[in-house]
């Protein structure tokens, strides 16, 4: 389990479950320290949650409320436990999570810069293309995002959050997206049809993959 994630705006984030487990606490006890804290937390924002329900096919059990507490929300927290050796453990690679996932996070910055003008490209190119299919930009778009990561806008949106797929992607997939975002400007160029374009991609996703 990775201990940092990025919500849909790109924000970090972690959960009051992985402290608990991390840090080897009972997990009502980490909700109630929440709770006692929560004006302190709050300081630093606000103190969001995500609901999750039961696994599915388990018998009984209530959707849970599970607390997201950003970098500043929980680096206060874990003050307030107890400074046992799993603690400390924890608050030596939780600090260390946050660093790496805003070094992803300016790795990702980047590659998003480089990606607008390619972006405009494709545009233009869809723009004047005489082979485009109906809603050939989201279309387009969503070919790329399957091909990079399996799910298009919609579902990218709703597993990962944010406001739109590529903003969803980590900028190793972002890299590659741009890849073969390229491959699409060309061939739509040359006046490809949707049809080529989508074998000649899935052929260059396998290639990548051997």
Known sequence: MNL????????????????????????????????K??????????LSFEIHKPDKGSVGGRPRKVYRLNEQQATLLVTYL??????RAFKQNLVKAFFEMRDELTKFQLQRELE???????????????????????TVTNLLLKTVT????????????????VDTLTSQELENYQSFEDMAIAMIDLGFTYGEIKT????GKEKTHQ
């Not at 804290?37 to 606000?46: K, N």
């Not at 000649?200 to 052929?203: A, G, L, R, V």
Request: aromatic fraction near 6%.
């Open 4 to 35: 940092v994630y990025l919500d849909g705006k790109k924000e970090p984030y972690t959960t009051h479950d992985i402290i608990a487990e991390h840090a080897e606490i009972d997990n009502i006890s980490v909700r109630k320290l929440i709770d």
């Open 37 to 46: 804290h929560r004006e302190d937390l709050e300081a630093f924002g606000v």
């Open 82 to 87: 107890d400074n046992t050796k799993p603690v």
């Open 116 to 138: 607008k003008p390619k972006r405009r490209a494709l545009h233009e190119a869809i723009e004047t293309w005489t082979e485009a299919p109906k809603h050939a930009h989201s």
């Open 150 to 165: 399996g799910f298009n806008a919609k579902q990218l949106k709703t597993v990962r959050g944010g406001n739109n797929g």
């Open 200 to 203: 000649m991609i899935n052929k």
